[in-house]
C-alpha cells in the first residue's frame, strides 16, 4: 500500500500568519490523486483541497494552497491568514488511480493545529 | 450536516458482544467506504461497497462484515468484540465508483468496548 507521511505531529500559528503542512508519499504511479482533509473537535472529516497529479499547477481554495513537488512525492498545505476555525487536524491523503488497488484513500497521521489569538 | 447519516454517534459495549453500525450515504451517492480511526493506527481503510456490492478491501478483520442494501444504506457489523476495537468508525460516501473527487465523511460512531 502506498505510504502517505506527515513529519509534523504538531504546529502552531498565530492568526493572520501563514503555516504550512507538510506530506510526502511514496508511490510508483504517474497520476494518482492527492487530498488533504481536516478534522476539528467535532470530528468530522472536511475536504480542504484535492490535486490531480497529471495537473502541474498547484490547487489553490481560498485561503488554503497546496505546493504540489511530483518528483520530490511532496504535497504540502498552505494556509494563509490563518484564522482560530482552522485549528484542526490536517490529513493527507492518497489515492491510486485504477481500481486494481481500490478506490480507498490512504491517509497520513495528521498534523494537529494550534492557532493562537 | 455533510448528508452522510450515521447512526449510532455513540456506543458502549462489553468485550465479546457484536454491534451493528449504520450509514445512510448523501443523496445521489452509489459509494460508501467505512474506515476505523484509532490513536495508535490512525485512519484505517476497511471496506468499500458501489451499488450494492463490494468493491474493495482493506485492512477488514475478519470478525468484522459489512453490507450495503438496495436503498443504498450500509451496515458495518462487529462481533466478538475486543477492547481494541474500541474507534471512531466513519463512514463516507461519493458519487461513482471511484473517489477522485475525495469522499463525503459522516461524523463518525464512537465505540467504546469495556
Known amino acids: 500500500a502506498q505510504t502517505v507521511t506527515q513529519s509534523q505531529p504538531e504546529m502552531s500559528v498565530q492568526e493572520a500568519e501563514t503555516v504550512t503542512l507538510s506530506c510526502t508519499y511514496d508511490?510508483?504511479?504517474?497520476?494518482?490523486?492527492l487530498f488533504w482533509y481536516k478534522q476539528p473537535p467535532s470530528r468530522q472529516m472536511i475536504l480542504v483541497i484535492r490535486?490531480?497529479?497529471?495537473?502541474?499547477q498547484n490547487a489553490t481554495e481560498n485561503r488554503f494552497s497546496v505546493n504540489f513537488q511530483k518528483a520530490a512525492k511532496s504535497f504540502s498545505l498552505k494556509i494563509s491568514d490563518s484564522q482560530l476555525g482552522d485549528a484542526a487536524m490536517y490529513f493527507c491523503?492518497?489515492?491510486?488511480?485504477?481500481?486494481?488497488?481500490?478506490?480507498?484513500?490512504?491517509f497520513g497521521k495528521g498534523t494537529s493545529l494550534l492557532v493562537t489569538p | 450536516d455533510s448528508g452522510v447519516t450515521q447512526t449510532p454517534k455513540h456506543l458502549i459495549t462489553a468485550t465479546g458482544q457484536r454491534v451493528t453500525l449504520r450509514c445512510s450515504p448523501r443523496?445521489?451517492?452509489?459509494?460508501v467506504y467505512w474506515y476505523q480511526q484509532s490513536l495508535d493506527q490512525g485512519l484505517q481503510f476497511l471496506i468499500q461497497?458501489?451499488?450494492?456490492?463490494?468493491?474493495a478491501k482493506g485492512n477488514i478483520l475478519e470478525r468484522f462484515s459489512a453490507q450495503q442494501f438496495p436503498d443504498l444504506h450500509s451496515e458495518l457489523n462487529l462481533s466478538s468484540l475486543e477492547l481494541g476495537d474500541s474507534a471512531l468508525y466513519f463512514c463516507?460516501?461519493?458519487?461513482?465508483?471511484?473517489?477522485?473527487?475525495?469522499?463525503?465523511f459522516g461524523s463518525g460512531t464512537r465505540l467504546t468496548v469495556v
Open positions: 490535486q490531480e497529479a497529471y495537473k502541474q
Open positions: 463516507a460516501s461519493s458519487v461513482a465508483g471511484s473517489s477522485n473527487y475525495g469522499y463525503t
Open positions: 443523496s445521489g451517492d452509489l459509494s
Open positions: 461497497y458501489y451499488n450494492g456490492e463490494e468493491r
Open positions: 508511490t510508483s504511479e504517474s497520476d494518482y490523486y
Open positions: 491523503a492518497y489515492r491510486h488511480p485504477n481500481s486494481n488497488s481500490g478506490y480507498a484513500l490512504n
